[in-house]
């Protein structure tokens, strides 16, 4: 019974962040929404439409002070107890999904220990955010990053530099909106892009309404910057199992990129050298230790690749997709950076909403946004593109109203933002084409939600 809970639970909330409500899905076994999760085995997930969930408490994220008291107490060992251990070597070696063509790494690695500035970043969820550590410093990408630095940087490392882009209860739709803004803005570097990313969004993307091709699409984004990336597929798993890494792992196959695994390394260990509450700190995210192990696990890949023979040549760019590239080169429209052409006009939707998601790694998440108050005035641009995806705050206010969304006049889509979630940006798809052609779009508040609010984070298209 309590794994038929957590599972209903985790069905909830990753449908509620990639736009789905729980009311896109029948309740209970006859509408039980599936997935592959092993190789020929579907992975089966029972849904209560009637409890709306409320999926983590944002106190539990790390704060302002890098403190979060009594999170990740739970584990009773530290990391270095484990690393000798014969057993936790098979685990970091199972870890290797795919060490992945490494002609990127060699060059990063060199670059690092000639002194030359080197940027790692990570995008993600709530994991790559650092959920469930007990501080900031013990998250998982940020011991990468400080593996990394004290393996290869020089001196005291302080030519290695770290951007965390995880963002609680997102998928990669999100992730490739907002990459730009949360990651390529902040690089220090001379030459203003990020060497290394962490992509992982493995337990987030269930459902998400692009097929992967908005996941793809970033990967390839990343890929595809001049100063030649390397890119790591980090796939996290939940207390129940549940991941998305056979379907995300046919992205990581398509160009040979680095893949790491936590189901196939120290998925297996619970119950066995780690108990359940051990290694995670919730039925979502790791503890410290959870945490910890990701990272060895990512960074014993990482100079396992260093190590090897160079290969041959650079990743190919040129093959045929995993799902999809539609979202190579997506443009985003926040309310305070667009591309002017498109003639905004934001009508009743002028306000910022001041109740956005904070969390440590960025700060305040999109302050300035489309929010609307009261009105009956329309949002309207018009683009040339052949897609639109929109990313609007969920929450569980009855003072939030539907939108209706024009394209080209005619209705396509109308949007309730009083989903019963916790104020998470969840994106859904308004249109998708194969051609671009010039589109006016109207966004207005649905007859009867005149004098309520709802909440536009932001939103994206391809030319």
């Given at each position: 019974?309590?794994?038929?809970?957590?599972?209903?639970?985790?069905?909830?909330?990753?449908?509620?962040?990639?736009?789905?409500?729980?009311?896109?899905?029948?309740?209970?076994?006859?509408?039980?929404?599936?997935?592959?999760?092993?190789?020929?085995?579907?992975?089966?997930?029972?849904?209560?439409?009637?409890?709306?969930?409320?999926?983590?408490?944002?106190?539990?994220?790390?704060?302002?002070?890098?403190?979060?008291s009594g999170v990740g107490e739970k584990s009773g060992n530290k990391l270095e107890d484990y690393a000798k251990e014969e057993w936790y070597q098979t685990l970091l070696a199972n870890a290797q999904m795919n060490v992945g063509n490494n002609y990127r790494l060699k060059a990063i690695v060199d670059k690092a220990k000639a002194g030359e500035e080197v940027t790692i970043a990570s995008i993600g969820g709530s994991i790559t955010e650092?959920?469930?550590?007990?501080?900031?410093?013990?998250?998982?990408?940020?011991?990468?990053?400080?593996?990394?630095?004290?393996?290869?940087?020089?001196?005291?490392?302080?030519?290695?530099?770290?951007?965390?882009?995880?963002?609680?209860?997102?998928?990669?739709?999100?992730?490739?909106?907002?990459?730009?803004?949360?990651?390529?803005?902040?690089v220090a570097d001379p030459d203003g892009l990020p060497d290394i990313v962490m992509v992982e969004f493995a337990v987030n993307d269930y459902g998400e309404p692009t097929n992967h091709q908005a996941y793809e699409s970033l990967v390839k984004n990343i890929l595809l910057q001049p100063n030649a990336p390397v890119?790591?597929?980090?796939?996290?798993?939940?207390?129940?199992?549940?991941?998305?890494?056979?379907?995300?792992?046919?992205?990581?196959?398509?160009?040979?990129?680095?893949?790491?695994?936590t189901k196939d390394s120290a998925f297996p260990h619970i119950g066995k050298e780690w108990t359940e509450d051990q290694f995670f700190y919730d039925i979502y995210h790791p503890t410290s230790l959870g945490h910890g192990v990701m990272a060895d696990a990512i960074f014993h890949t990482i100079k396992a690749a260093a190590e090897k023979e160079t290969s041959a040549s650079d990743i190919d760019l040129e093959v045929p997709p995993a799902y999809g590239t539609q979202?190579?080169?997506?443009?985003?429209?926040?309310?305070?950076?667009?591309?002017?052409?498109?003639?905004?006009?934001?009508?009743?939707?002028?306000?910022?909403?001041?109740?956005?998601?904070?969390?440590?790694?960025?700060g305040k998440l999109y302050e300035h946004n489309f929010h609307h108050v009261s009105g009956t005035k329309s949002l309207k641009f018009t683009i040339d593109s052949k897609n639109l995806?929109?990313?609007?705050?969920?929450?569980?206010?009855?003072?939030?109203?539907?939108?209706?969304?024009?394209?080209?006049?005619?209705?396509?889509?109308?949007?309730?933002?009083?989903?019963?979630?916790?104020?998470?940006?969840?994106?859904?798809?308004?249109?998708?084409?194969d051609v671009a052609e010039q589109h006016t779009i109207e966004i207005k508040m649905a007859e009867g939600s005149e004098d309520k609010k709802f909440t536009i984070t932001c939103m994206g298209y391809t030319e």
């Open positions: 019974m309590k794994r038929m809970f957590m599972l209903t639970m985790i069905a909830a909330l990753i449908l509620t962040a990639c736009g789905r409500t729980s009311s896109d899905v029948k309740s209970n076994h006859e509408g039980a929404a599936s997935t592959a999760n092993k190789e020929g085995e579907s992975n089966k997930v029972d849904i209560d439409a009637s409890k709306p969930f409320v999926p983590e408490n944002p106190e539990n994220m790390p704060s302002d002070d890098i403190s979060n650092g959920a469930g550590a007990k501080n900031y410093s013990e998250s998982y990408a940020y011991r990468t990053y400080e593996y990394f630095k004290n393996e290869y940087g020089v001196k005291d490392g302080s030519n290695i530099h770290f951007i965390n882009a995880g963002v609680g209860g997102t998928p990669s739709t999100f992730g490739i909106m907002r990459y730009q803004r949360d990651i390529v803005s902040r890119v790591i597929l980090v796939f996290s798993v939940f207390p129940t199992g549940f991941t998305m890494q056979d379907e995300l792992k046919k992205v990581g196959q398509t160009y040979d990129l680095m893949m790491v695994s979202y190579v080169g997506l443009k985003s429209i926040f309310k305070d950076s667009y591309d002017k052409s498109i003639q905004l006009s934001l009508g009743s939707f002028s306000e910022d909403d001041p109740n956005v998601y904070r969390n440590f790694p960025i995806l929109l990313a609007y705050r969920a929450v569980n206010d009855a003072d939030f109203g539907e939108i209706d969304i024009y394209v080209d006049g005619e209705k396509t889509k109308t949007i309730n933002g009083n989903t019963g979630s916790w104020g998470q940006s969840v994106v859904d798809l308004i249109f998708s084409e």
